[in-house]
């Protein structure tokens, strides 16, 4: 059975903290859980949830991939900017053009992320998050399509994008160049599947897409590398 999304998870210096602010930016309730286990969880039960996971990893350079978060109006993008700014994020320059019409933000632990103005026809009907944008080949775009039986959305100038069949949040990687990978990327994927057989299963399907196996992790979680280094991980069944 394909692996699940379950979560996209943040690597942070302080997780509560990080988890509340990204609770109010999007509204997501926190989950119930251990202390651990510091989470937001979407509203629609089929999405994945936003996990926030301890680390001592300083953050260098731009990250790999960012959340662009859509708008209904310009009146809800400020909106959306204002709540981020009161709660602790920050306007960031990373190269935008005055006439750009979205706004680029960080979090509180520095993660940038983007507002989109109102009527961007590719986000539209995604929700709130309205994609996971990355840094990264046409040939990890190919991987992940493949690797959670998403189709491909998008499929020019060796750019990428792919969607869940039900809909919600796109996936795009920019295509080339691609920066340098600087140490361990502050966001990862964190993939499920429903018994340790299906997971044994998928970890050599997974491998013969493309990927790595880079050992184990906590909760008996398997660490795996997708064909652009970057990191993720498929939980243990609970």
């Excluded at 960080?106 to 998050?129: H, M, Q, R, S, Y």
């Amino acid at each position: 059975m394909t692996s699940q999304l379950f979560a996209i998870c943040f690597n942070a210096i302080r997780p509560s903290d990080l988890a509340q602010f990204w609770s109010g930016v999007l509204g997501w309730e926190m989950a119930d859980g251990p202390d651990d286990d510091v989470a937001i969880l979407p509203p629609d039960p089929s999405g994945f949830r936003v996990r926030f996971l301890p680390s001592l990893e300083p953050k260098i350079g731009q990250n790999r991939a960012h959340f662009d978060l859509t708008s209904t109006s310009p009146d809800d993008q400020q909106q959306t900017v204002a709540r981020a700014l009161r709660l602790g994020g920050k306007h960031i320059d990373v190269g935008q053009r005055p006439e750009e019409g979205h706004v680029v933000l960080a979090d509180p632990e520095g993660n940038e992320f983007c507002v989109i103005e109102a009527g961007n026809k590719f986000l539209a009907d995604t929700g709130l998050i309205g994609a996971l944008a990355c840094d990264g080949t046409q040939e990890v775009g190919y991987f992940w399509s493949e690797a959670l039986q998403w189709p491909l959305v998008w499929d020019q100038d060796q750019e990428t994008a792919i969607q869940s069949p039900k809909g919600g949040t796109k996936i795009t990687w920019g295509g080339p160049p691609v920066a340098p990978k600087t140490g361990p990327n502050r966001l990862c994927f964190e993939l499920a599947t429903p018994t340790d057989a299906d997971r044994e299963a998928e970890i050599d399907r997974l491998l013969s897409l493309g990927a790595t196996r880079a050992g184990e992790g906590n909760d008996g979680q398997v660490l795996m590398f997708d064909p652009d280094g970057n990191e993720f991980s498929l939980r243990s069944p609970r």
